[in-house]
């Protein structure tokens, strides 16, 4: 498979790390153009189900994903934090 960025380079595959950085910075490239087609989707989605998905990403990529909770029974609770790596993490 040949992955090109949009000056036409191929990445260099020789590793897997390296090749996650380099998709990972090719498509932090479109994040303003993502965001603007989150935000039509959201203002003008012909469905309800496209403009609420289009709000949610926008509100988790501003504010993080929101804290889930889960009842394990009687005086119990377990809390799940989902949130993706920080730079440099994982």
Do not use: C, F
């Amino acid at each position: 498979m040949s992955i090109k960025s949009p000056t036409g380079e191929v990445p260099d595959v020789s590793s897997h790390g390296s090749l996650v950085a380099e998709v990972r910075d090719l498509a932090r490239r479109h994040t303003a153009l993502a965001i603007e087609t989150l935000v039509h989707i959201m203002q003008y989605g012909n469905k309800d189900a496209a403009r609420v998905v289009a709000a949610q990403a926008l509100l988790d990529r501003a504010w993080g994903s929101a804290v889930q909770s889960l009842d394990v029974g009687g005086d119990t609770s377990l809390r799940i934090i989902l949130d993706t790596p920080h730079e440099g993490g994982r």
